[in-house]
């Protein structure tokens, strides 16, 4: 059942063009609500997120809801010799045996918490249609009879999360997928599902399609009402709300007709619900998309609107037994580095099938938690500032003007080198510069276009082997 590692890297690719590609299609649009901008400002001093693919699919330890897909790529990989209709039964017999009983979102609120997250994404509906929470739009859902978690205490699994995280003081985002493959009026059951879109002309069946809208704004508004403080709706499924083009061939992934789902009716009632709320209506662009989220992969530099670098912690969003963790030290690098460029981190862990998060996962939020414990001043609420990087180099900014540069560690340097050289910005006359958990002021001078930085060796060794090590500069030359 698992996907290859081939598929996966596919699966990353193909990913990655998104984004970009929406970019040129539709520029970004400022928003203009002020208590929106008000929470986007507050959202990017976070900058570290935690995002959880999880449902009754991390059963099978495969790629979450995509097998159910008929596109004839990587991603959509079923067993083989496996007849699809089968498998369909199969996957959606799924939800009869999901008991996580192991759950609690304490624990990983927690966890997320010490590791210097400061908020959380869940994904309270994926593609397949299953609803992490207490809907009454639809049976396929965690709290339906047949499901053994149901009679859980904390059955109701995004209300415990979001309280949970929330108790953490966390900002909360719902991840919510617009297509429902589960849907019988977006997948009609009396017609072949060839793609990820509607089967059917929704120009032909506008009673259908809007029975669809209908039912999905029924779900926003439950989310929106019935879960407390959100942030952020993060709306996936970008092929939803894009506009149609009239030349996509048969199971191309695109087709000619328009899959409306009332964006502007959308947000209106969710912001009436909950003022402020960032909407990220992804990869489509116009005034819903309030932040752009590239997806597995960091911009080459900063860019000129609020986004998020989501990002797998493993291969996959989901839970995929032995999953391949990327280092610590790489993770805090990522960070930094989407940081410099002005970007928030979200980090993607599939919770286990049982309801814990993978000891390894919980190993590398550990890691990176030390390292905020003595650096983090350098990364919240901090914004981007030019030159943005230069070699091992990182340079973030407070509100105040007190500046960074991070210095990005090989496994090999155990301290920091003797001497560092600062171009393209430079301390103000008389700043004082401090590395981060070490206690004595470093010695600097000019020295042609930089600002050489001497690092002593008993001063060095008081930060060996972290991951990365932060100069505070307390004002720079403007
Ligand atoms: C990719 C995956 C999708 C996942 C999303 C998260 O688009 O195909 O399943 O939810 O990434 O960003």
Known sequence: MQPSRVLLSAMLSLAFALPVAAEEKNPYVPETDPKVLARLEQWQDWKFGFLMHWGPYSQWGIVESWSLCSEDVGWCQRPKGVAYVDYVKQYEQLPTTFNPVKFDPDQWARAAKQAGMKYVVFTTKHHDGFSMFDTQQTDYRITAPNVPFHSHPRANITREIFNAFRAQ??????????????????????????????????????????????????????????????????????????????????????????????????????????????????????PYENYRTPEQHIPETELPYPWETCMTMGDSWSYVPNDKYKPSRELVHKLVDVVAKGGNFLLNVGPAPDGTLPPTALERMRDIGGWMQVNSEAIYASRAIAPYRDGKLRFTTLRDGTTYAIYLADEKEQQPPAQIVLKGLAPADGAELRLLGADAPLAWKRAGAGVVIEIPAAVGKQVAGAYAWAIRIAAIRK
């Open 169 to 286: 003081a966390f900002g909360v985002g719902a991840y919510f997928s617009k297509p429902d493959w589960h849907h019988d009026d977006y997948w009609a059951p009396e017609w072949a599902t060839p793609d990820r879109n509607t089967n059917y002309d929704t120009r032909k069946h506008p009673d259908r399609w809007k029975k669809f809208v209908d039912f999905t704004h029924a779900q926003i508004n439950e989310l929106t009402s019935q879960y407390g403080r959100l942030d952020i709706l993060w709306l996936d499924g970008g092929w939803v709300d894009s506009t149609p083009n009239p030349n996509a061939k048969p199971i191309s992934g695109e087709v000619p007709w328009p899959q409306d789902i009332d964006m502007p009716g959308l947000v209106k009632l969710a912001r009436r619900n909950q003022p402020g709320l960032i909407v990220v209506n992804r990869a489509v662009g116009g």
